[in-house]
């Protein structure tokens, strides 16, 4: 089975909220994770990365934080826009050249 | 900036017949891969190969193969395309360092539907 999971398989944001999006993983050994956006008709987009040597990274307007004790990894986007509205997945790298994928979260921003 | 590029966009075959999907890339990347993505499932891999003149199963290599014709293709092929393949395929490539280092790029999809 899968070793990524969302926590929720849909989101609904109001327009210039913030919008948080969690995922679990369940493999320790996982050193690297990555978010992606994946918009109707069109490939994954790589959104931020973090390593496991780390706890917080910051993009624009995207932050994304690591909890290793509980194997917890969220996406949080400042100021949500209409052009956020799409699916976000979250990947680790289990081991070289196998990145695993969660089902993803669907997020739709109300104007 | 092509990126990844994959043709064709979309195709409907009938049970049995064969296909391949082209993928290249033009940013000197030396790993890339294949993805199956399904409805309410995450990419699942396919075939990889981490530099050119090699390859390797991935998750679901089943009723597939590759062919890493140079750095810039990988091709994947069905020789016998079943309806349990329909799916939207992805390409991607990444940097040397594999995974472990680098976020991988994707082109934008071939939509495929067996009948």
């Known amino acids: 089975g899968e070793s990524v999971g969302l926590h929720l398989p849909t989101l609904s944001v109001q327009e210039g909220d913030n919008s948080i999006i969690n995922c679990a993983y369940s493999n320790s050994a996982s050193d690297y994770f990555i978010w992606y956006k994946q918009e109707s008709g069109k490939g994954p987009q790589f959104i931020i990365d973090?390593?496991?040597?780390?706890d917080k990274r910051q993009g624009q307007r995207v932050t994304v934080l690591l909890n290793k004790t509980v194997k917890h990894l969220s996406l949080q986007i400042a100021a949500t826009q209409p052009g956020d509205s799409a699916v976000y997945f979250c990947?680790?790298?289990?081991?070289?050249?196998?990145?695993?994928f969660g089902a993803g979260t669907t997020v739709t921003v109300r104007a | 900036n092509a990126g990844v590029t994959q043709t064709p966009k979309f195709q409907v075959l009938k049970t049995g017949q064969s296909m391949t999907l082209q993928c290249a890339q033009d940013?000197?990347?030396?790993?890339m891969y294949w993805y199956r993505q399904d409805p309410g499932m995450g990419l699942r891999l396919i075939y990889y190969?981490?530099?050119?003149?090699?390859?390797d199963k991935g998750e679901v290599p089943n009723g597939y193969n590759v062919s890493r014709l140079n750095k810039r293709e990988f091709s994947l092929r069905l020789e016998s395309a079943a309806p349990s393949q329909t799916s939207v395929y992805f390409c991607?490539?990444?940097?040397?360092?594999?995974?472990?280092?680098?976020?991988?790029?994707f082109g934008d999809g071939t939509r495929l539907s067996i009948l």
């Open positions: 991607a490539s990444s940097p040397p360092g594999g995974y472990s280092n680098q976020p991988q790029h």
């Open positions: 990947a680790e790298n289990a081991n070289d050249y196998k990145l695993s």
């Open positions: 973090i390593r496991s040597n780390m």
């Open positions: 940013m000197n990347h030396n790993s």
């Open positions: 190969s981490a530099s050119e003149g090699t390859t």
